[in-house]
């Protein structure tokens, strides 16, 4: 089968907030020779024909925001989110040291977190970006760090084939190119 997918309830015995339930239903499919690309287009038509369809129109309201699911939805690097709203620049940064001062300096707390120069971009992106995202955006290129089981980036070996989708400060959905070079995963 070259597409399998399967829809699940989901129980997880942690913590609830405004971001985490602990019961989900998702959605887990795989389909032969695509990449994080092609579920970022499959994730987008999936939610704006489903909107037009249940709402009759591309925009609703939801948490006191006006949201358009129009397609055509931003996809921004974690690293260029980061640029935009933080004002730190990750790409130009290549030593774990200078990675953590350039967060610390931007407000955001590394205590408790590896002091790594991935850890820091996505601490900078959890902390001061996510807060930020109204409108459907995907954040894509997370950093090997925070993500085992992507496949690496061939432009870029410190970051993954990865997506989140992010509405109303809210992750929505989190895609990857799936790992597939037993030997890197065994050195991670």
């Known amino acids: 089968l070259d597409r399998v997918y399967e829809v699940g309830r989901i ?17 887990e499919l795989y389909q032969s020779y695509a990449d994080f690309n092609d579920m970022m287009d499959l994730f987008e038509e ?16 939801w948490q006191d925001h006006d949201i358009d699911l129009t397609p055509g939805w931003p ?18 940064i290549t030593d774990d040291a200078e990675a953590v001062a350039a967060a610390k300096a931007a407000g955001v707390d590394m205590e408790k977190v590896e002091p790594t120069w991935g850890h820091a971009l996505y601490e900078c992106f959890d902390q001061k970006v996510e807060e930020q995202l109204i409108q459907p955006t995907f954040i894509t290129m997370h950093p090997v760090d925070v993500s085992p089981l992507a496949k690496r980036s061939p432009k870029d070996p410190r970051l993954t084939e990865r997506f989140e989708l992010f509405i109303c400060h809210s992750e929505m959905g989190n895609a990857f190119s799936e ?8 050195q991670r």
């Not at 260029?80 to 990750?90: I, L, P, Q, T």
């Open 11 to 27: 129980f997880r015995n942690e913590g609830m907030d405004t971001k985490h339930n602990p019961e989900f239903t998702t959605v």
């Open 46 to 61: 999936l939610l704006s024909s489903a909107a037009k369809e249940i709402v009759g129109s591309y925009q609703l309201s």
């Open 75 to 92: 996809r921004l690097t974690m690293a260029e989110a980061v640029k935009k709203y933080v004002g730190v620049d990750f790409m130009e």
């Open 179 to 186: 790992l597939n070079d037993p030997i890197d995963q065994r």
